[in-house]
């Protein structure tokens, strides 16, 4: 009996992951091909910006992991992409963030009212990109049902937005809270990836549970891993201004555990810079941090949420798929950026 060759090690889920976001980059810009300049441009902006595309590539995985056609899934894949891309955009926005992965921000170029355009426009052809699904002999049962998942990710990311604002202004913020917040904000939409591409391919409920809970885990492990870069991470490779949460208040893993842990004076001093009471003072912030050890207690915390993500595949059989997905949680786990 032939075996199916397996992937072992981190290279081969950087390939993968590299494969997937260069095939992924036509499919994205296709649903712009037709636009006038300078319309066309402003909406291949975000795109050409590049990303990881995780959430295409974890969609096309759990297509192929329960027996369907990851070709079948493309439009899916695009559709998760761009519901991504969308929320970069506004994001950027409200962050008062110029750049993104070294390159201007749609804003930054063309100001926020046409930022707020190219975002809903992005929006718009999320949804529209399943119906292309029809086109790929997806049954209609199945484009209902993944059209569903996008819907209610769609509704989950936005509920956790509002979160992390909200919770930007207290500073009694409880873990439990913030695991709520990440787990719509993030995990939402990478849930309902792994379910869609499942859902396309055919999979049983179990299997679509399964690699829905998969997905969920991963998000929790992919924003905690975000946190901890945010504060640790070298800021080319990063694309942002290290430590920027901090000075806008949000309420990260590390952040967190540092007031919860701190002396009460050390407490009372990154409250208010949080609460932006005092000038942002990210050396004293990062201070505290580091007495606290909240660092490492996030590194923890990615580790368990990544080892509960891992078990859910159990109920698959070993195959290149579930192999890949299985690095691919560790690539996550030990990406730099």
């Not at 179990?206 to 992919?222: H, I, Q, S, Y």
Request: charged content about 30%; some cysteine.
């Amino acid at each position: 009996m032939r075996r199916c060759a397996l992937f072992f090690n981190m290279e081969d889920a950087r390939d993968y992951i590299k494969k997937t976001a260069d095939m992924m980059q036509p499919v994205l810009l296709e649903y712009f091909k037709d636009e006038e300049q300078p319309i066309r441009e402003m909406m291949e902006h975000p795109i050409k910006a590049g990303g990881k595309r995780v959430r295409p590539a974890l969609l096309l995985l759990a297509c192929e992991i329960v027996g369907g056609s990851p070709d079948k899934a493309l439009p899916a894949a695009a559709s998760v992409e761009l519901l991504h891309t969308f929320t970069l955009v506004h994001d950027d926005m409200m962050d008062h963030d110029m750049e993104r992965r070294g390159r201007p921000t749609v804003h930054a170029i063309w100001g926020d009212e046409m930022g707020i355009i190219v975002g809903d426009t992005l929006y718009s052809a999320a949804f529209r990109a399943l119906m292309d699904l029809k086109k790929h002999k997806v049954p209609e049962g199945r484009i209902l049902d993944v059209m569903e998942e996008l819907i209610r990710a769609n509704a989950e990311l936005h509920e956790g937005q509002i979160l992390d604002m909200l919770y930007s202004k207290r500073s009694d913020v409880l873990e439990g809270e913030y695991l709520k917040m990440i787990g719509k904000k993030t995990g939402a939409l990478l849930e309902s990836s792994l379910r869609m591409g499942a859902i396309v391919g055919g999979g049983s409920k179990k299997e679509v549970d399964a690699l829905g809970r998969f997905g969920m885990c991963l998000g929790l492990a992919f924003q905690i891993k975000d946190d901890i870069l945010g504060l640790t991470a070298d800021e080319k490779e990063l694309g942002k201004p290290v430590g920027s949460d901090i000075c806008e208040g949000k309420k990260s893993l590390p952040v967190l555990h540092a007031i919860r842990n701190a002396k009460e004076s050390e407490r009372e001093r990154l409250s208010a810079i949080l609460e932006r009471r005092e000038a942002c003072d990210l050396g004293a912030s990062m201070e505290i941090i580091r007495r606290t050890k909240s660092i490492e207690y996030s590194k923890r915390q990615l580790a368990r949420h990544t080892l509960q993500a891992k078990k859910e595949l159990g109920i698959f059989r070993e195959s290149p798929a579930k192999q890949r997905l299985l690095l691919l949680s560790d690539f996550l786990l030990q990406r730099r950026f």
